[in-house]
């Protein structure tokens, strides 16, 4: 007789393996302390400009980072390298109409592009453009046309320490606010799902809806910048009220279907490691994408990519969407969160989907925005353990003092750890939690640092430092 008690599927138990096995694998660089001291001085303090294999393990970004599946790599030699009407090119068209609906789809080299094609396709005097929040790339390519782009999340959602499950979601008054004010300048309304800036946080399907509504009301296309859709799937079905039940198929294919249309960075959970997509109803809107496809990035069977990558990212698609791989993904970020949080370690609450976010401020509350906390902390992380995290604080977002004084300092102070898709094991996880709980001991000790050559934009990617 079977007793009820035992967990009958490897989910239910304790512990959530990875529902994967290794065929292929790349050796790590073990390094000594002293060897990442000289590395580090070398990288003048700025782990962006480590070599990667002076690296032990890379948190720096989970965007082309993660490991391809045996049948995409099968997949890969099926591609069709014609450059007009590729077979492969039907094969990803056939399966993303499938997945989102989406009439014209159409390729890219990756994210940006998309985004850069969609705001000159809809560029006009005064452009304003509400979201969520912007991604950096999307907000630099809706600026650099002229336009204003607006982040509109309540205030709790950047709090770190608020335990809302649905920190991504806008706040639907302002946004309304920002529709009556600026009118016709407004060209589509944006959401970002999950939302990278509040800490991989999920939109919900209710927000969604509610800005559906809105946008119907005002006559205006909603888009959603997809780059993770399927993690944001998977925590409405983890965390929503009536959503339990259903599969991550069948959220995402809601979360598409409210919308009018989407850029992706298929190298997030389009789980290759290069390519994009912009997806549009609009006829208009569409034949105009294409013209500028074939400028910038290629003919629109192909768009800036080989048929060989169309060909893995149509499997990708399928498989971010298992919920063996989607449970696996979201309880390996939960269960480096809860090590830490046992710990004491400061962090933005609560865990989303695919990175634990480090408040360095609480951290080390004896160094000032201005002297940069995040940046000494990812650097003992690298000291400490090899490990590359990146600053998300004063250096990325601050900006000089024309006047000579103390930079003007970001809201936060924080240190993302990314983590790169079906890369790293439960073992490299425990190894982090032992170098983060060293590093968070001997947190009085640490100084900070200064920056001895900057860059007028984007200055986190070259800046030089010394310690304080
Ligand atoms: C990565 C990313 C982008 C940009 O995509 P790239 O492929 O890096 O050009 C846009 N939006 C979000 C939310 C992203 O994470």
């Known amino acids: 007789m079977s007793q009820p008690s035992q967990p009958s599927q490897p989910s239910q138990r304790r512990t959530i393996i990875e529902p994967f096995r290794i065929k292929s694998v790349e050796p790590l660089a073990l390094t000594t302390r002293p060897q990442r001291e000289g590395f580090l ?27 391809m599946s045996a049948a995409q790599w099968a997949a890969i030699m099926l591609g069709d390298e014609s450059y007009a009407g590729s077979r492969s090119f039907f094969h990803l068209e056939t399966k993303v109409r499938e997945l989102t609906g989406k009439k014209h789809v159409i390729p890219t080299h990756q994210g940006r592009a998309a985004e850069h094609i969609l705001f000159q396709v809809v560029n006009r005097e005064g452009m304003v453009v509400p979201a969520n929040s912007h991604f950096d790339t999307t907000r630099a390519n809706c600026e650099v046309l002229g336009g204003l782009a607006l982040d509109l999340l309540p205030l709790a959602s950047l709090d770190p320490s608020d335990n809302g499950l649905f920190k991504g979601d806008i706040d639907i008054e302002k946004l309304e606010r920002v529709l009556v004010e600026y009118g016709d300048r407004v060209p589509f309304v944006l959401m970002t799902v999950t939302n990278n800036k509040a800490g991989g946080q999920p939109v919900s399907l209710a927000n969604l809806h509610a800005v559906r509504a809105l946008c119907d009301r005002f006559g205006l296309p909603l888009y959603l910048d997809a780059a993770r859709f399927a993690e944001n799937a998977w925590l409405i079905k983890e965390r929503e009220v009536g959503q339990g039940e259903r599969t991550a198929r069948d959220i995402a294919h809601e979360m598409f279907a409210l919308c009018d249309g989407f850029t992706l960075s298929a190298k997030k959970d389009g789980l290759v490691n290069i390519g994009g997509l912009l997806c549009i109803d609009n006829d208009d809107w569409a034949d105009t994408a294409r013209s500028m496809l074939i400028l910038t990035e290629g003919f629109p069977t192909y768009g800036g990519l080989a048929g060989r990558d169309l060909e893995a990212l149509a499997v990708g698609l399928e498989e971010i969407l298992d919920e063996d791989y989607l449970r696996y993904r979201i309880a390996s970020i939960r269960y480096l969160f809860e090590k830490l949080d046992a710990i004491g370690v400061p962090m933005m609450r609560p865990p989303g989907g695919h990175a634990v976010f480090i ?10 925005a201005w002297q940069y906390p995040g940046m000494a902390l990812t650097n003992e992380l690298y000291l400490e353990g090899g490990v590359r995290a990146v600053e998300i604080g004063t250096v990325m977002f601050g900006h000089p003092d024309p006047a000579g004084g103390h930079d003007h300092c970001a809201d936060l102070e924080l240190v993302r750890l990314a983590f790169p898709r079906r890369t790293y094991t439960q073992s490299h996880v425990d190894y982090l939690v032992e170098v983060i709980e060293s590093v968070w001991q001997r947190r009085e000790f640490a100084r900070g640092y200064r ?11 070259t800046a030089q430092f010394d310690q304080v």
Do not use: C, E, M, W
Not at 451 to 458: C, G
């Open 41 to 67: 001085a070398a990288a003048r303090y700025n782990p962006f400009l480590l070599r990667a294999d002076q690296v032990l393990i890379d948190l720096l970004t989970d965007s082309g980072t993660g490991a």
């Open 359 to 368: 408040d360095a401020g609480a951290f080390y509350p004896h160094i000032p």
């Open 451 to 461: 920056i001895t050559s900057q860059k007028q934009v984007l200055r986190a990617f």
